[in-house]
């Protein structure tokens, strides 16, 4: 593939006098799944506000499917196919779980038909049953979002990811705050997932990234430490000292804290 | 009987009930309550203009008044200066609102919670002044009087809200005609993409939803609303004047709004009607009477967020989870 379906260039953003994301040139080729991996505060998350638009750069392009994509609006980013979904679990909480597929699923159309029943699209209706069957919550359809459990709002916010149909799909920390059995649930959705979308994922549980990542980029103060294979950046040394030594449980433990 | 059966029976008990208004109303209780039902339909459409921003986009609007104002205006400055008959007039106080709330809503749906509240009063109070001080064009203080003029007309055949019967009817199916319209619209691809942008602006972005755009479009037909009612309520009153601009009017729109029930349909009709008859009866004999309408509100927020028909919807959900149908568990819950 002669251009990468993700490219950033001199990729900066500044907060006051903290830089966040500091001169990033990334690039992602094609079918595969791609891990960004760091310390808190390495400038993951930035990174993906600055690719779906949440945030402006304060320096640098961003580059989808070779498309200038810096100064377009996150809904225009969404419609081009890039989709992502946020580090503390986000979904229409008074929706019904059916609803809240739905919506992901028409959000691009450029027409949303003011008077005409939504239950009347059936093309729209069997997309969200299917969905619904694929992540294994057709029992839960008409149940509002917001009085889901924590494991189901992840599957479901997946779901929103398949439904929409993207091109590349950012995850921030998918498995954040689930349970062991509920983690290998999304694992597997997420490596199917993979087999038909560019994924990149941001991820702090070491097993799954070194289960599931083709490619690994280790992020540290807003730059590019090392990128590799998995057996690469665990055989990297300079990874192991500002990452891999640290105990993962005590960072982990403090997140969900402030979560 | 089914839960939906129910409603279904409500619902033909009170279309039955609409349409007999003029002919029962005025045995029972007196022909003036006839009027006095035709008030609160077109204040329940100036109460649904707050309840489609509130309850269903979850922007908070104390400036709808300015729409009604400038509906009424349309009507009055339409029919006494510019010489047009019912019709055109009616359009451009509707045109008029609805121009009002895009121009405004440009710069108000930028912002939201305290911030959207706050620009939405002042953007009203701004209107109210110039309403106020330019008396040439809106008589200020004292408003404009305007000659009614005949609704249909056509061959020997002449119609105008001077019939009383037909007055009310032509309130009513208006009325009727936008609470239906507003029906299909909360079902709607736009009505969900609404609820959306309710829940969560920033999810809502990220799905690919113009939430900028989605509320802009809310902003106007709002506007809309509330420019039925004012336009209505000129004809009505044969009458627009300035002070229905003032905030206090568009505050009176969010309490019924919200004892109603926000984010459901019926909820705005529901607190209109309470507070309007708690009006009516009280005030006759006691000054005081919006005592009753702050404890009112004041007790609703607090022991049911909801309002009137979020109660009634909660019970309706319990009786059907206790019958054999789950299927009043797909009623949309409205907390938080």
């Given at each position: ?187 597997d959705k997420i490596r199917e997932l993979s087999r038909t979308v560019d994924i990149v994922i941001i991820e702090h549980d070491m097993d799954v990234v070194f289960e599931i990542a083709d490619d690994i980029t280790v992020m540290a103060q807003g730059t590019i430490l090392a990128r590799g294979s998995p057996k690469e950046i665990a055989a990297d040394e300079r990874v192991r000292e500002v990452y891999l030594g640290r105990d993962e449980d005590k960072d982990y433990v403090e997140e969900a804290a402030h979560a | 009987m089914s839960v939906s059966a129910i409603e279904r029976c409500l619902w033909a008990l009170l279309a039955a009930f609409m349409i007999a208004v003029p002919w029962i109303v005025p045995a029972l209780v007196g022909s003036f309550w006839v009027s006095v039902i035709a008030e609160i339909l077109i204040w329940s459409l100036l109460a649904a203009s707050v309840n489609l921003l509130f309850g269903y986009v979850g922007l908070l609007s104390f400036g709808q008044a300015l729409y009604f104002g400038f509906g009424m205006y349309g009507v009055a400055i339409g029919v006494e200066d510019l010489g047009l008959s019912f019709w055109p007039a009616f359009g451009l106080g509707i045109m008029a609102a609805m ?238």
């Amino acid at each position: 593939m002669s251009e990468p379906i993700l490219r950033t260039q001199g990729l900066t953003k500044r907060f006051g006098g903290v830089v966040a994301v500091d001169n990033l040139s990334f690039s992602l080729a094609g079918s595969r799944l791609h891990a960004i991996i760091g310390p808190n505060g390495a400038g993951k998350t930035t990174f993906f506000n600055l690719v779906s638009g949440l945030l402006a750069p304060s320096a640098g392009r961003v580059f989808f499917q070779g498309r200038d994509i810096t100064a377009l609006k996150p809904h225009q980013i969404s419609r081009l196919g890039v989709k992502r979904t946020l580090q503390i679990k986000s979904i229409f909480p008074r929706l019904t779980v059916a609803e809240n597929l739905w919506i992901t699923g028409q959000a691009g159309r450029g027409f949303l038909h003011p008077l005409r029943t939504a239950a009347s699209d059936q093309q729209a209706r069997e997309a969200v049953e299917r969905t619904l069957a694929q992540i294994g919550l057709s029992a839960l359809a008409s149940r509002a979002a917001g009085t889901l459990s924590y494991g189901d709002v992840a599957l479901l916010e997946i779901g929103m990811a398949v439904i929409s149909r993207p091109k590349l799909l950012l995850l921030d920390e998918p498995t954040c705050g689930m349970s062991p059995a509920e983690t290998k649930r999304a694992v597997d959705k997420i490596r199917e997932l993979s087999r038909t979308v560019d994924i990149v994922i941001i991820e702090h549980d070491m097993d799954v990234v070194f289960e599931i990542a083709d490619d690994i980029t280790v992020m540290a103060q807003g730059t590019i430490l090392a990128r590799g294979s998995p057996k690469e950046i665990a055989a990297d040394e300079r990874v192991r000292e500002v990452y891999l030594g640290r105990d993962e449980d005590k960072d982990y433990v403090e997140e969900a804290a402030h979560a | 009987m089914s839960v939906s059966a129910i409603e279904r029976c409500l619902w033909a008990l009170l279309a039955a009930f609409m349409i007999a208004v003029p002919w029962i109303v005025p045995a029972l209780v007196g022909s003036f309550w006839v009027s006095v039902i035709a008030e609160i339909l077109i204040w329940s459409l100036l109460a649904a203009s707050v309840n489609l921003l509130f309850g269903y986009v979850g922007l908070l609007s104390f400036g709808q008044a300015l729409y009604f104002g400038f509906g009424m205006y349309g009507v009055a400055i339409g029919v006494e200066d510019l010489g047009l008959s019912f019709w055109p007039a009616f359009g451009l106080g509707i045109m008029a609102a609805m121009a009002m709330a895009l121009v405004t809503g440009i710069f108000a749906v930028r912002l939201t919670w305290h911030y959207f509240a706050i620009i939405t009063v002042v953007f009203s109070l701004i209107f109210y002044f110039l309403a106020l001080t330019n008396k040439w064009l809106t008589g200020g203080d004292d408003g404009i009087n305007f000659t009614l003029p005949p609704t249909i007309n056509i061959g020997g055949l002449s119609k105008s809200f001077t019939d009383p019967s037909f007055q009310y009817f032509f309130i009513l199916c208006t009325a009727a005609l936008c609470f239906w319209l507003m029906h299909r619209l909360f079902r709607s691809p736009l009505g969900k993409a609404f609820l959306a942008v309710r829940d969560n602006d920033v999810r809502a972005s990220l799905i690919g939803l113009n939430v900028y755009l989605l509320r802009l479009i809310a902003f106007v037909l709002a506007g809309f609303l509330a420019g039925v009612a004012g336009g209505l309520f000129a004809f009505f009153g044969r009458y627009a004047s300035a002070s229905y601009m003032f905030y206090h009017v568009s505050g009176e729109a969010v309490v019924w709004a919200i004892v109603g029930g926000a984010a459901t349909l019926l909820g705005p009709i529901v607190g209109t009607t309470l507070f309007i008859i708690v009006r009516e009866i009280v005030s006759t004999h006691w000054e005081h009477h919006s005592l009753i309408v702050g404890t009112v509100a004041i007790l609703v927020v607090m022991f049911a967020p909801k309002g009137v028909v979020g109660l009634w919807n909660d019970w309706i959900a319990r009786i059907a989870e206790r019958g054999s149908a789950p299927a009043g568990a797909a009623k949309l819950r409205t907390e938080p």
